[in-house]
């Protein structure tokens, strides 16, 4: 394994930022760490960057236990949030600085750098100061740096968090390009799911300093385990009650399909919006409904549909067929694509 976590902990006086955190990647795999602000995520990264020190717990990089190695012994390549370029230098010194504090002499540095520049594809920039560059070509340069000092592991920190929708997704693409062209092994944290979810081949979802659940993007969306798992993800209607008669039951009485082998004792279930059908027609085992929102996203319209007092279940469904606030509706869930929740 190229980066091993063993029950990882932090605290910060009487608070714990990171309670038992583990886990492992083998050479070239991508890692999201996702969850909301406060949820520990950075705080492990920085951890691994050497940045903190953990009160607990060990970190294993290529097979050395780097738990209390200073950050400028470990070979990590980092790229932060606010890019953290040097106003005064140009992209090639930028790029060349980690080169230069390791000592590297100048014609290995000069040749490294431009490796490293070429990759991001900054080559026409080579001369300019971060002052002459966009967001994207700023982070880009960040990147490049990172990449230079040809790291056991790469680290990013949200990186993609200044830049306008239509630039993030366009850098996204190119990281995820760039990481697997050179099966470096990657740590992301983000708090966008979408992020999360194309760059990785697995994602720890973080909730309270403590990992949820770690997985592939698509089990972790398919199949959530517990309901902070199922809301972030997608936005699952997490739904609670008990077990009756072969139904899922709410306290508003509204009964809900199962699927095959459910578990009876479960508490709770989560619905994708896109797996329930919308419709006008009454039919067996749908569940009534009225159309109290409607947000129209292009191809698909999002409904919110009361089913029952203090009920909502968020629905998203193509857009040729559209209905309109205080329409009466039938539900149609589609059984299959339920979810048994573990509550405890």
Do not use: W
């Not at 492992?24 to 520990?40: D, H, I, K, M, T």
């Not at 290995?108 to 300019?128: H, L, N, S, W």
């Not at 880009?140 to 056991?152: E, G, Q, T």
């Not at 139904?247 to 989560?270: H, M, Q, W, Y």
Request: charged share 25%; aromatic share 6%; net charge neutral.
């Amino acid at each position: 394994m190229t980066l091993k976590l063993d029950s990882v902990e932090k605290s910060f006086g009487p608070f714990h930022a990171v309670k038992g955190v583990g886990f492992s990647l083998a050479q070239g795999e991508v890692l999201s760490l996702l969850g909301p602000s406060g949820c520990g995520k950075t705080t492990t990264l920085r951890m691994i960057a050497g940045f903190e020190q953990p009160s607990a717990g060990t970190i294993m990089l290529a097979g050395k236990d780097i738990t209390r190695v200073p950050a400028r012994h470990r070979n990590i390549g980092m790229v932060f949030q606010s890019y953290a370029l040097f106003p005064h230098m140009s992209v090639a010194q930028n790029v060349a600085f980690g080169l230069r504090m390791r000592g590297v002499g100048r014609a290995e540095r000069d040749e490294r750098a431009r490796q490293a520049i070429d990759i991001v594809k900054m080559g026409a920039f080579i001369d300019r100061a971060p002052r002459q560059l966009s967001g994207g070509q700023q982070q880009r340069v960040a990147l490049a740096r990172a990449l230079a000092i040809r790291p056991d592991i790469l680290l990013l920190d949200e990186p993609l968090s200044a830049l306008d929708l239509k630039l993030r997704e366009e850098m996204r693409d190119e990281i995820n390009r760039i990481v697997r062209e050179l099966k470096i092994t990657t740590v992301f944290v983000t708090h966008d799911q979408s992020e999360a979810l194309v760059l990785s081949d697995y994602v720890a979802v973080m909730n309270g300093g403590l990992v949820e659940q770690m997985d592939t993007p698509t089990r972790l969306y398919r199949a959530p385990e517990t309901p902070f798992v199922a809301d972030f993800i997608g936005g699952a209607n997490v739904v609670h009650g008990a077990v009756a008669s072969g139904r899922f039951v709410t306290k508003g009485e509204v009964g809900f399909p199962l699927p095959d082998n459910a578990d009876t004792s479960v508490k709770a279930i989560a619905i994708r919006p896109e797996d329930i059908r919308l419709s006008r027609e009454i039919g067996d085992g749908r569940i009534e409904g009225v159309v109290q929102q409607c947000r129209f996203l292009g191809g698909t319209t999002e409904y919110v549909v009361s089913v029952a007092p203090g009920q909502e279940l968020t629905v998203r469904n193509e857009s040729y067929e559209s209905f309109g606030k205080n329409d009466r509706v039938n539900l149609e869930i589609l059984r299959d694509r339920v979810v048994c929740l573990r509550t405890n």
